[in-house]
């Protein structure tokens, strides 16, 4: 892992920055310091695994839920590239997958305000106890937005989003994302479903599915 002065986090940061990057809300989170990034190596391997579960943690204990600055962690792994969308949806899964074991073996539960059926609309990927949606971007998206030169997870506070919502603030900045987006790709995307509606985990590596898509993660219960 190297930290925020690599070139790789650099170039990321200026992805985000460009007029080719709709989510207003990394933008503003990459100005206001609420975008945090760390580079590992090969999303197809386990080898930072427990490097990347020791940073979310670490980024975990310092976030607001409160703060009206967007917090998001990304990770970029610049070593290997997954050649399709399809390659890299299996590697976004595995690495997420690989993160929850770790979680269960340290004994930690799964948030409780989300659904942790991965097919469920309320599902959001639980992490040190604390929910979060996952964007994934990378070479091989076919979308504009989600397209960038090594694959980078993006982790984001469900919890946050949620206190958007409550304050009305979060539809009105869904609308200005989806309307770039448009302009960017000629289309909204197809998988950004509306909250509630739609399973939530089919959003997260960006590739387009079809409505009997299966999530390829499996709940593990914790030890009794």
């Given amino acids: 892992m190297t930290n925020g002065q690599d070139p790789v986090v650099e ?8 007029d080719n990057f709709p989510c207003v809300g990394a933008k503003s989170a990459l ?11 090969s999303i197809l391997r386990t080898s930072d695994d427990f490097e990347l579960q020791r940073e979310l943690t670490k ?9 009206p600055v967007v917090q998001s962690f990304a990770a ?12 890299f949806e299996r590697a976004l899964w595995d690495r997420l997958q690989s993160l929850h074991n770790l979680d269960v073996a340290a004994g930690r539960s799964w948030a409780d305000n989300v659904s942790e059926d ?15 949606f996952v964007v994934g971007l990378h070479p091989a998206a076919s979308r504009p937005a989600r397209r960038f030169e090594y694959p980078v997870l993006v982790f984001n506070s469900h919890d946050q989003f949620e206190r958007l ?21 000629g289309s909204i995307n197809p998988m ?11 959003q997260y590596s960006g590739r387009e ?3 009997d898509w299966v999530c390829p993660f499996e709940k593990k219960e914790l030890a009794s």
Wanted: hydrophobic residues 30%; aromatic residues 10%.
């Fill in 165 to 185: 919502r409550e304050d009305r603030r979060y539809d009105k900045l869904q609308s200005v994302i989806r309307e770039r987006d448009k302009e960017l790709s």
């Fill in 76 to 87: 970029i792994f610049p070593d290997e590239i997954p050649p399709t969308e399809t390659d």
């Fill in 59 to 67: 980024f975990l204990s310092a976030i607001d839920v409160n703060s």
């Fill in 209 to 211: 599915v079809k409505s």
């Fill in 118 to 132: 991965p097919q469920s609309s309320h599902f959001s990927m639980s992490l040190g106890g604390h929910p979060f």
């Fill in 11 to 18: 170039r990321f940061e200026d992805f985000i920055s460009s």
């Fill in 192 to 202: 950004l479903a509306d909250h509630g509606f739609g399973a939530a985990a089919a």
């Fill in 31 to 41: 100005v206001r310091q609420g975008l945090e990034t760390r580079c590992y190596r």
